[in-house]
């Protein structure tokens, strides 16, 4: 899918709605660590939801190529391994990557 920041204000009004919220690229990301979690909308500690949001970012960059899920740690959360780096990425460019890999991943959810 192509990226273009009509379609990626369209996928966030659709989220928005969706959610009945007013969505955002952090709260887009916290969505996907949710789902790839599996805990469900439940009570979450500040320092949970920035864990769910890292999550988020890295299931899109493993759909991406950039990591590999290696399997689950001792409380049931994926773990990624490095496949190629992204910390030469600079962060326009990951923002830029991860909103074209949102809209994939919300196209086949939300469809």
């Known amino acids: 899918m192509e990226y ?6 369209e996928m966030v009004l659709r989220v928005s709605k969706h959610f009945n919220v007013t969505a955002d690229f952090d709260f887009m990301l916290f969505v996907i660590g949710i789902q790839e979690l599996g805990t469900g909308m439940t009570k979450y500690t500040r320092d949970e939801k920035w864990d769910i949001i890292n999550l988020g970012k ?8 950039y990591l590999e899920q290696s399997g689950k740690d001792e ?12 910390k030469g990425l600079t962060p326009s460019f990951q923002n830029h990557i991860l909103k074209k890999a949102m809209l994939e991943y919300f196209s086949e959810v939300l469809n």
Request: glycine fraction near 8%.
């Open 4 to 9: 273009s920041e009509d379609l990626w204000d």
């Open 58 to 65: 890295c299931r899109l960059f493993a759909n991406l190529g």
């Open 75 to 86: 409380d049931g959360w994926p773990c990624f391994t490095e496949v190629k780096s992204v």
